[in-house]
Antibody, heavy 118, light 110 residues
Framework: QVQLVQSGAEVKKPGASVKVSCKTS????????LHWVRQAPGQGLEWMGW????????KYSQKFQDRVTFTRDTSASTVYMEVNTLTSADTAVYYC???????????WGQGTLVTVSS | QSALTQPPSASGSPGQSVTISCTGT?????????VSWYQQLPGKAPKLIIY???KRPSGVPDRFSGSRSGNTASLTVSGLQAEDEADYYC??????????FGGGTKLTVL
């Protein structure tokens, strides 16, 4: 069955970077694009962008355009999200999610808590 | 891209129906048939419950239904059950191949 397993919780200092992984299994890697969504404590879902797992093309929300990078490792069926220049406002749970047909986020990872604190 | 507008809260008694609205623009909700809804239980990842405005994935009870009028999509939960108490989010495809979520609605079963 389709599974997305994310890397573990991270604690980072302001100004640092964080890289979160999302390992996929149970399907052909290029079948679904992978989207990243974050949720600050007590807040709603925020779409960050997506990566085409077939060709590596990316699309970022304007809010994250300058600080976020999505990459993929096809041999490991894994996508990565890196966020630079972290601030306390980046403290959130970060989710990866599959999208096959438009706007069908059918499978989600378990979430990765990133805490930014001095 | 601004978030879609949802009421922060909604409530109903067991057995009643409740409708949650999701208002966008002609560049997202009103412009494409790609609106979906997600249920999020505390401490859990979101779960897809409606896609393509009004379609239900297999396994989702038919008590959940979706619709749209103009730039506003709606999720209706009929025959409310205690287990329906959760946060609900709408989401839409937008111009320029982006995506956007609503601010979320906390549904309370009284």
């Amino acid at each position: 069955q389709v599974q997305l397993v994310q890397s573990g919780a991270e604690v980072k200092k302001p100004g640092a970077s964080v890289k979160v992984s999302c390992k996929t299994s149970g399907y052909s890697f290029s079948t679904y694009s992978l989207h990243w969504v974050r949720q600050a404590p007590g807040q709603g879902l925020e779409w960050m962008g997506w990566i085409n797992t077939g060709n590596g093309n990316t699309k970022y929300s304007q809010k994250f355009q300058d600080r976020v990078t999505f990459t993929r490792d096809t041999s490991a069926s894994t996508v990565y999200m890196e966020v630079n220049t972290l601030t306390s406002a980046d403290t959130a749970v970060y989710y990866c999610a599959t999208e096959g047909t438009l706007m069908i986020f059918g499978k989600w990872g378990q979430g990765t808590l990133v805490t930014v604190s001095s | 891209q601004s978030a879609l507008t949802q009421p922060p809260s909604a409530s109903g008694s067991p057995g009643q129906s409740v409708t949650i609205s999701c208002t966008g623009t002609s560049s997202d909700v009103g412009g494409y048939d790609y609106v979906s809804w997600y249920q999020q239980l505390p401490g859990k990842a979101p779960k897809l419950i409606i896609y393509d405005v009004a379609k239900r994935p297999s396994g989702v009870p038919d008590r959940f239904s979706g619709s749209r009028s103009g730039n506003t999509a709606s999720l209706t939960v009929s025959g409310l059950q205690a287990e329906d108490e959760a946060d609900y989010y709408c989401a839409s495809y937008t111009a320029n191949n982006m995506r956007v979520f609503g601010g979320g609605t906390k549904l309370t079963v009284l």
